[in-house]
């Protein structure tokens, strides 16, 4: 209980994100099926993603969009930290560092806490992480049904097979 | 060293003959301009090896830098003309033009294919030759050394049969084995340990680095057999294995050019690499002078042993290499310069038993010794030629062979080394007993019966005969004028 | 103008990608020359470049111009070029250039009905490499790395062979396990530090507080296994033989040379400029597990290699050897061995490209990939084979080519931090090396071709004057083949000769990252 | 960030991961990674990362799900694991 309360509890994100990305990872090795491959790689993706965006997250946050627009009428969160960070180019503490350095920044600009916002940049960085993934997922998807047409199966112990069998291009 | 003379002449002296292979290519079907540009190419090089001669008899050297080393990153490529490479470029250049000759005698008189690959793969490995004579450093070296090893595949698998494949095969492996495997970790070592200094000139490249006895030996011994042309045991093999080469080329590469690359290179790494001076203080020497000693013995008892009488001659000639690594490896100034004449006395000497056999081959189809009886009365240039060459290699007078042996048993002499002079005489000896029973069964032993009687003289092609007799008197007059040769020599051992 | 060179040379290939698809579907022969256009214009930057940051230093460009006057280090997206990004990208480049001038009509051979897609795929390769290695930004780094693994994905399924997409697939899954390897890296780095920028997370990181950090550890252990699975590291290295044997021929001679040595120079690039190379060859004192890592896989790859009968497939085994040399030198921990495998990177990246032009070209007229059919070549196609022989003779390393001198640099970083195991295996694998190329070579010169053993008398002296000129080079392929084969035999050659000044530019460098000198000055 | 609720989804994540890897029938599967898809939407939602949900949910749940389902139409239904 001791343990769970220490390191289970305020990590669960992250141990779930690991069991996630072992499933994922075990699938795409072990698993016959092509598609099953595939789904196995989905779930690899997104655990990697969930990690990310538990790497923004602080206890009593809220979603990182300012309430109040300010002068130049930008209420995008990348933006706000980019800008909050222009005046203190040499404000690079360390002591903050597990939580990016930029945000504290904001408090004394604009009388924001930075504290109460959840760290924006690791979810800019995932929408992209996503998109790369669904593409990815498209490209093999491509490819399997390609693979079917050739060999009229997607299991992959049936396509050795008939590798080995000889077919086209096939060699030892 | 004295002075410097910038000049690009060694440079031309290596392209003359490595620009004339397109030029042989493209005049392929024109067998004439084909042959023409070999003999062009020929003298040209003798010409522009020549012109150097003079500057390098007045105590100079020549210079020339072919590509930057850019601050010490790399050597430089970088030639360097002094007596050793000069002697041992005249060598090679002069015989190259009696090897064209004889080659062109020996390839017409038995319609080998493939003639124009053949030429132009000669001419190549002419200019690695040379590069290897002129080379002004290490780096320089073994990149000629590569060159020569590619470059003379072709040829020694000419024939392009079963066993010129297994023959060529050998060949790659042991000469491209042992470069990379031993030489090219040595050269690096060499280049650290140096702090970057792989240059023949002054004084050795290592005289003054930190090199304890252990690691000298391991040096020494990983660049005498990474040059495993130089033949010594038990990196010989690939020699009798690359007589299946037409003749011409067995004459030229593996009496002169190839195998005298391998002991020129084992000569520098004696007197430029370590340095005699470090070498007598390591006491790592002797070691080699053994695996000499051994080769030269064993090597002339298996040459008593053998009937086809290329593969004799090929073990005579990995002998005579090791009797030149011998003579390095003793240190005495003496022994060096018996060394380095050795290499050109040798090189008269074998190429006219090579072109004796060649041309037997021609006349007669005969490859082995016990079919020559009675061939005296029949071809009496060729085997009084081989008389000559077998009296020069075993180093009787009024031979060449005498001189550079004289020097090699005065340098064991000077070095108190009684042992090896004793293996010098008896491996003479052995010379002798492997040699002359050939001139004894061609003049005095009568043809076999049964063989239709020729009547007369019946020699081979006069572009057979023509060469064989002036490297047979070139012997012979090396023998009454050796003075350059002893002023090249003597300006190498005098300077270090 | 000469400012927007490192942009320029990214939007290139990226809008010649966009005109092809919409120019070239209704016309595909507009695809070519748009496609030569833009990577010429991406060739010119990159010698800009290179010229440019060889006499005045590294060139920083942000994105946006969110520059560090506006914002600081690590907010906006920065690209920078350096010494040594500078001769990858000209490497990138001409390769590219090179692979698509081959690519002339064959590839529209090739992918009858897609040559517009495929041109446009080439592209957007092109775009992800130079986008890998002007990036100073490790975020980006990995969506470039995924543009172009996404890219090579679908150029390798494109082929007519059917094992080319089980290939392409299993190549899918390893790839994109080694990006989310990857990915997680950065994510712990982040963590960590707060940034992504590069230099900013150098910066980070020199602090000595984060020396022992667990979390930097982990970090640096993902990257690099992600690297490894992407450059094909010995055990890792499973998807690469059949996905490099079994593609289109212009996907293999554009993937083989470049790929794997991209995803060194990031393994370099992590190491010394994210981590820096004190941290990673002194805190982490990793440097003799990796290197015999190394040794065990150029010896697997050598070995491999003279395993098989198929003459692609030795060429993808002996990239497993390279990757090993590269790996092995770079984890020397000392200058030169950083420096042999930085100039192998650009060595083998041609010596490669070399080889599988030959190759391809070899098999598409024997119309047989095995090695033993390969009979009498030689007098069929001298340009060819000559271009084949200087990249086996590179391969061998014998000088002067490239490929002697890499070992050079290696072996010296080699002798010089006592790694005799990793000299020993360079020595082995040149020799097998040796052994293979000389088994093809041999076969190619000796064997008579079954159609040509009639006419013995074609032989030119017997019989001269009876076949005409149009003999020498009647066998060749056509000259958009052969050309960009014989230009980079020429490079091989001259990269070797003229490799003091590549080194300096590869010296200057290092100069100007944190130094490997600084850990072997301290020893 | 609701713990106790974050708890609970997380748990739900693994289920339906290995639910979704466990059916045979593609389809289902497919469906199930779909569900899969939307809890961790909503994980992300609830953590503060809306814009990454969004995306999620349109993408990943969205694009992905039809991709796959089209792939199984084009191909075959049942897996062999």
């Known amino acids: ?172 | 060293m004295d002075s410097v003379v910038h000049s690009s002449l060694p440079l031309w002296a290596c392209l003359a003959s490595l620009l004339a292979a397109p030029a042989i290519v493209l005049f392929r079907r024109e067998l004439f301009l084909r042959e023409a540009t070999t003999f062009v190419a020929a003298f040209v090089k003798f010409g522009l090896v020549l012109a150097m001669l003079p500057i390098i008899t007045s105590g100079k050297v020549i210079e020339f830098t072919l590509v930057e080393g850019f601050g010490g990153v790399v050597a430089p490529i970088l030639f360097r003309v002094d007596g050793l490479g000069m002697l041992f470029a005249l060598v090679a250049s002069s015989l190259w033009i009696v090897t064209s000759l004889y080659a062109i005698g020996y390839m017409r008189g038995l319609h080998e294919h493939s003639q124009t690959r053949f030429f132009a793969f000669f001419a190549i490995s002419l200019s690695a030759t040379l590069g290897v004579a002129f080379a002004g450093n290490l780096l320089t070296l073994y990149l000629f050394y590569e060159m020569l090893s590619l470059a003379t595949w072709p040829l020694v698998t000419h024939h392009q049969d079963k066993e010129a494949r297994t023959g060529g095969r050998t060949y790659l492996t042991y000469l491209l084995g042992t470069s990379i495997g031993f030489a090219l970790p040595a050269l690096i070592f060499t280049w650290i340990k140096s702090g970057g200094d792989l240059s023949f000139a002054g004084d050795a490249i290592l005289a003054s680095a930190d090199l304890g006895p252990a690691q000298g030996l391991i040096l020494l011994l990983a660049f005498c057999f990474g040059f495993s042309k130089a033949g010594m045991m038990p990196f010989h093999s690939w020699l009798p294995g690359a007589m299946v080469a037409p003749t011409p080329v067995s004459a030229l590469l593996h009496a002169v050019a190839v195998v005298k690359v391998g002991v020129f290179c084992v000569i520098r790494v004696f007197t430029a690499v370590f340095g005699v001076d470090l070498l007598a203080k390591l006491g790592v020497a002797t070691v080699i002078s053994w695996i000499a000693a051994f080769t030269v013995i064993v090597s002339s008892l298996i040459a008593m042993s053998q009937d086809n009488l290329k593969r004799r001659l090929a073990f005579s000639t990995i002998g005579q290499l090791s009797y030149i690594v011998l003579g390095v490896s003793l240190l005495s100034a003496h022994a060096v310069q018996g060394s380095m004449m050795h290499i050109a006395m040798h090189a008269f000497g074998k190429i006219t038993l090579f072109f004796c056999a060649g041309a037997i081959f021609v006349a007669t189809g005969k490859k082995y010794v016990s079919q020559l009886s009675g061939l005296g009365k029949t071809m009496p240039f060729t085997m009084g030629a081989f008389a000559i060459g077998a009296m020069s290699v075993t180093g009787v007078p009024p031979t060449g062979g005498l001189l550079s042996k004289f020097y090699l048993v005065w340098g064991a002499a000077d070095a108190q080394q009684f042992a090896l002079l004793a293996v010098y005489l008896v491996s003479s000896v052995l010379n002798g007993v492997y040699f002359f029973p050939v001139v004894y069964r061609a003049f005095f032993k009568p043809a076999p019966e049964g063989e239709a009687a020729v009547e007369g003289i019946r020699e081979a092609p006069l572009a057979c005969v023509l060469p064989l007799s002036i490297t047979a008197v070139g012997s012979v007059l090396l023998f009454f004028f050796p003075g350059l040769l002893l002023e090249l020599t003597k300006l190498m051992t005098g300077a270090q | 103008m000469s400012e927007q060179l490192p942009a320029i040379i990214l939007l290139a290939p990226l809008f010649g990608a966009l005109l092809t698809g919409l120019a070239g579907n209704r016309d595909h022969r507009r695809c070519f020359p748009i496609l030569i256009s833009a990577l010429a214009v991406s060739f010119g930057c990159a010698i800009a470049l290179l010229v440019q940051v060889s006499q005045s230093g590294p060139i920083d460009y942000f994105v946006g111009g969110w520059n560090t006057e506006r914002v600081p280090l690590g907010v906006g997206i920065q690209l920078r070029i350096d010494a040594l990004n500078a001769l990858l990208l000209v490497v990138i480049t001409t390769v590219a250039l090179l692979t698509a001038v081959y690519s002339f009509r064959r590839a529209g051979e090739e992918n009858t009905e897609k040559t517009p897609q495929f041109y446009m795929l080439f592209q957007m390769l092109c775009v992800g490499l130079l986008g890998i290695t002007v990036t100073a930004d490790a975020f980006n780094l990995f969506v470039l790395v995924e543009v172009s693994s996404l890219t090579s994905y679908a150029l390798v399924a494109m082929g007519s062979k059917s094992r080319g997409t089980v290939a392409a697939f299993n190549y899918l899954i390893m790839g994109t396990v080694g990006a989310s390897f990857y990915l997680l890296g950065v994510g712990y780095l982040y963590m960590q530090t707060g940034t992504l920028n590069m230099a900013a997370i150098h910066e980070i990181l020199a602090d000595p507080a984060f020396g022992k950090s667990s979390t930097v550890f982990v970090a640096f252990i993902l990257i690099l296994v992600g690297v490894w699975i992407k450059m094909a590291f010995f055990p890792l290295y499973g998807w690469l033989p059949n996905a490099y044997s079994y593609c289109p021929s212009t996907t293999s001679c554009l993937l083989a040379p470049l790929m794997t040595k991209v995803s060194v120079y990031v393994m370099i690039r992590v190491m010394l400029s994210i981590f820096g190379a004190d941290w990673v060859f002194q805190s982490l004192g990793w440097s003799h597990t990796v290197v015999w890592l190394a040794v065990i896989a150029i010896l697997a790859g050598s070995v491999l290699a003279l395993a098989q009968v198929e003459l692609k497939k030795m060429l993808c085994y002996l990239i497993v050897a390279e990757v090993g040399y590269m790996v092995g030198g770079a984890w020397l921990a000392n200058h030169w061995g950083m420096v042999g495998a930085i100039y192998h990177i650009l060595a083998d990246a041609f010596m490669t490209l070399c080889l599988f032009i030959a190759a391809n070209i070899f098999i598409k007229h024997c119309r047989a990939d095995r090695i033993d059919q390969l009979e009498g070549l030689f007098k069929r196609m001298p340009l060819t084979s000559t271009g084949f022989v200087v990249g086996a003779l590179a391969m061998i390393g014998v000088p002067p080519t490239a490929g002697f001198f890499s070992k050079w640099y290696l072996l010296r970083g080699g002798i010089e931090s006592g790694q005799w195991g990793y000299v020993i295996a360079l020595l082995v694998s040149s020799l097998v090396n040796a052994v293979l190329f000389f088994r093809i070579i041999e076969i190619a010169y000796f064997g008579k071709n079954p159609a040509e053993s009639h006419d013995h008398a074609h032989d030119e002296d017997s019989h001269q004057g009876q076949a005409g000129e149009a003999t020498l080079l009647g066998g060749e392929g056509r000259p958009a083949t052969v050309i960009p084969l014989l230009i980079t035999a020429a490079i091989v050659i001259l990269l070797g000769v003229f490799n003091a000044p590549v080194v300096e530019i590869i010296q200057q460098a290092l100069e100007g990252m944190p130094v490997v000198g600084a850990a072997a000055a301290a020893r | 960030m609701i713990v106790p609720f974050d708890i609970i989804i997380l748990i739900f994540l693994v289920i339906t991961a290995l639910i979704s890897l466990r059916v045979r029938d593609l389809l289902g599967a497919t469906m199930i990674l779909g569900v899969y898809s939307f809890l961790i939407c909503l994980l992300w939602a609830e953590m503060g990362a809306v814009d990454v949900a969004f995306t999620e949910a349109a993408v990943g749940a969205g694009v992905s799900t039809v991709f796959m389902i089209a792939t199984i139409y084009h191909t075959r239904r049942h897996s062999s694991d």
Do not use: C, R
């Open chain 1, 1 to 172: 209980m001791e343990f769970l309360n220490a390191s289970v509890i305020p990590y669960f994100n992250y141990w779930i994100y690991v069991v996630l990305m072992m499933i994922g990872l075990h699938a795409m090795i072990t698993k016959n099926n092509l598609i099953k491959k595939l789904i196995g790689m989905s779930i690899f993706q997104t655990a990697i993603i969930l990690f990310y965006v538990s790497i923004g997250v602080k206890t009593g946050s809220t979603i990182p969009i300012l309430e109040h627009h300010h002068d130049e009428g930008h209420a995008e969160t990348a933006h706000a930290v980019a800008e909050s960070g222009d005046h203190h180019a040499e404000e690079t503490d360390h002591e903050k560092s597990d939580h990016g350095n930029n945000e504290h920044a904001i408090e004394a600009d604009h009388g924001i806490d930075p504290d109460h916002f959840a760290n924006p940049l690791p979810h800019v960085l995932m929408l992209t992480a996503i998109v790369v993934g669904v593409s990815t997922l498209g490209v093999a998807l491509a490819i399997s049904q390609s693979i079917y047409k050739d060999f009229g199966s997607l299991e992959e112990n049936e396509i050795l097979a008939k590798i080995k069998q000889g077919g086209p291009g096939v060699d030892v």
